[in-house]
């Protein structure tokens, strides 16, 4: 599965974005798929993550009610629409993909990553 996260940019506080990861491969609708992201300086962090199937999402509590989470398997493609965004939330975005449909938090459960899309919030 290759991945690639686009729709980075610079924005200003309280503006929204929506990142997209595009994926091949045939059997993207089986895999859990989430979005992470690093800051300078920073370990890279969950963000949110989505089943194989669409039906269950999760958050970190950093972004919960402000960041969601959708994929159409029709498309490969998962999305990460970003709400109110504040200038902590500048990092790196990357998206990745667990070969198993559940998929959890923790970076080494993924086995897939994109090369990552730049999101930059201005005060």
């Known amino acids: 599965v290759q991945l690639q996260a686009y729709g980075g940019g610079l924005v200003q506080a309280g503006d929204s974005l929506r990142l997209s990861c595009a994926a091949s491969?045939?059997?993207?609708?089986?895999?859990?798929m989430a979005w992470f992201r690093q800051a300078p300086g920073k370990e890279r962090e969950f963000v949110a993550g989505?089943?194989?199937?669409?039906?269950?999402?999760s958050y970190a509590d950093s972004v919960k009610g402000r960041f969601t989470i959708s994929r159409d398997n029709a498309k490969n493609t998962v999305y990460l629409q970003m709400h109110e965004l504040k200038p902590e939330d500048t990092a790196v975005y990357f998206c990745?993909?667990?070969?198993?449909?559940?998929?959890?938090?923790?970076?080494?459960?993924?086995?897939?990553w994109g090369q990552g899309t730049l999101v930059t919030v201005s005060s």
């Open positions: 990745a993909a667990d070969a198993r449909p559940y998929g959890g938090s923790l970076r080494q459960e993924y086995d897939y």
């Open positions: 491969g045939r059997t993207f609708s089986r895999y859990a």
């Open positions: 989505i089943r194989w199937s669409g039906g269950s999402t």
